[in-house]
């Protein structure tokens, strides 16, 4: 067998994405918020990006910074005749010119001996400190009750076991050969007792029943029907079988409704009321807003927080001072580069971002004037083609993005959606027709609540037919709108 080397030539295309290309589809795709957090992040990595402050002009700093005067270094003697005089002179000289060059290094110093307020020292001040675990909060507790030491030790091991909705998540019996027969059963279940009497009320309860139960049974109100109704009848009042859980205890439907209403005050998740994660604050990234003109709407980006940027004027002159070694130079040069490509990405963002959110309005003026019930479809495609952009590009400008607006604060991609035309051949959006199918769930009768296909039915009343039953189920359980039994009132 012979074995041979041979080449050849071949022609193929690749594409190739540049750094600062990669870049701008990141920026464009950030909220606010984190693109906030990046050019933070950047000024911190990147020595030659600088915030331009408030109130001052480049133009400004750049007369000060040519204005300033040269100081002729000398060696610092000091002499011992005429008083030390001369030297004393020069040494508040040297202490003039570090002060004016602290003043022209950036808007750090400035903030530092100018006394003006640290931003990020405000902001870590005024952070809350970081919310207590329902483990270590009940672990608290645990250590101050008084009991043997097998059931100290069977109760940090259930805590060990408790979810943070508050349920203990195994049995008794598993964590019992867990733990190599340190304690007993019987200490697990005393363990139990206790643990069930710490805060929050209806901690470690099994199950759902359970925690109802435990709250109503150490809750300063009488509770007793509710307890038996929970206790004996639980399955049926999750059906909704009000009826025949009337007839079995004996009483009317009205008892049963105010024994509802009492238990909807207590809590199904009472874990949660510690250390519940917060959630993070919307912030739109445009606003839109009825104009002078009749019919009419202003889009405008909400930046208003977002730092403006430049390049340092002091180290924009240090790489042309051919004085400066080349290591430096190169390294400022490298650094001058990736600033103006961060500038450039964001400016980039902002054209985009505002010039799609128009085309959205512009398209979408009727749910702006009248409400999600005349939302039309809108695919991205048609909004990439009116901006001049690749769809991927306008699928990354409204991810995660928000809108505000007289309707509330909405999500960008809201209102791009598919749709069926109406019997008049009017074009309606998904979105239209969910907020139609919650409008006539909102006003039907609850003693006589309209089936899935008698919803069908007032769809096409309105206009929009052909939708099949299954369609319409589908819709519902997304809304977590329950079924017309469930919906029921007695």
Not at 108 to 124: F, G, H, S, T, V
């Amino acid at each position: 067998m012979k074995l041979e080397m041979t080449g050849q030539m071949r022609l193929e295309q690749h594409m190739k994405l540049a750094p600062h290309m990669i870049q701008s589809m990141e920026i464009l795709q950030l909220p606010i918020l984190a693109l906030q957090e990046r050019i933070e992040h950047e000024i911190n990595s990147n020595p030659v990006l600088e915030m331009v402050e408030p109130g001052n002009s480049e133009e400004t700093e750049t007369t000060v910074q040519e204005s300033t005067p040269e100081i002729e270094e000398k060696d610092l003697v000091v002499s011992t005749d005429n008083d030390k005089v001369k030297d004393f002179e020069r040494l508040e000289n040297l202490d003039d010119d570090f002060k004016e060059y602290m003043s022209q290094s950036g808007s750090m110093r400035q903030r530092i001996y100018n006394d003006e307020p640290d931003k990020k020292l405000e902001a870590l001040n005024n952070t809350a400190a970081p919310s207590q675990s329902l483990h270590d909060y009940l672990l608290e507790q645990w250590r101050m009750i008084e009991a043997n030491e097998p059931v100290k030790t069977a109760g940090a091991a259930i805590i060990d076991y408790i979810d943070e909705k508050g349920f203990l998540t195994v049995r008794l019996e598993q964590l019992h050969n867990k733990d190599k027969h340190e304690f007993t059963i019987d200490d697990l279940n005393n363990a139990l007792a206790f643990v069930q009497k710490l805060e929050p009320t209806g901690v470690g309860a099994r199950d759902l029943k359970e925690c109802l139960l435990i709250q109503m049974s150490q809750g300063s109100r009488d509770m007793s029907f509710e307890s038996k109704l929970i206790s004996e009848h639980m399955e049926e009042l999750l059906e909704n079988k009000l009826p025949d859980i009337a007839k079995k205890m004996n009483c009317d439907i009205e008892a049963i409704n105010h024994a509802i209403e009492n238990m909807s005050k207590l809590d199904f998740s009472p874990g949660l009321q510690i250390g519940q994660d917060r959630n993070h604050p919307i912030i739109p990234d445009i606003i839109v807003e009825a104009s002078e003109v009749p019919g009419q709407y202003l889009v405008r980006l909400a930046d208003t927080n977002l730092p403006h940027l430049k390049i340092s004027n002091y180290y924009s002159k240090m790489v042309k001072d051919e004085t400066v070694n080349e290591k430096t130079r190169k390294f400022l040069q490298e650094n001058m580069r990736s600033a103006q490509w961060i500038m450039d990405a964001i400016e980039q963002r902002k054209n985009t971002l505002l010039k799609v959110a128009q085309t959205v309005v512009k398209y979408q003026k009727d749910f702006f004037d009248k409400g999600q019930l005349y939302l039309h479809p809108l695919p991205m495609s048609k909004v990439a083609d009116d901006v001049g952009v690749h769809i991927a590009t306008v699928s990354r400008a409204v991810s995660g993005k928000y809108i505000q607006c007289s309707w509330g604060i909405l999500p960008l991609r809201k209102f791009f959606s598919g749709g069926m035309e109406d019997t008049d051949g009017n074009a309606v959006s998904w979105e239209a027709i969910r907020g139609k199918l919650q409008q006539i769930i909102d006003e039907e009768d609850k003693s006589k609540p309209l089936s899935d296909d008698l919803i069908k039915k007032k769809l096409a009343e309105a206009g929009i037919d052909g939708l099949a039953r299954r369609t319409v189920a589908k819709y519902r359980k997304l809304m977590n709108i329950p079924a017309a039994r469930f919906r029921k009132k007695y």
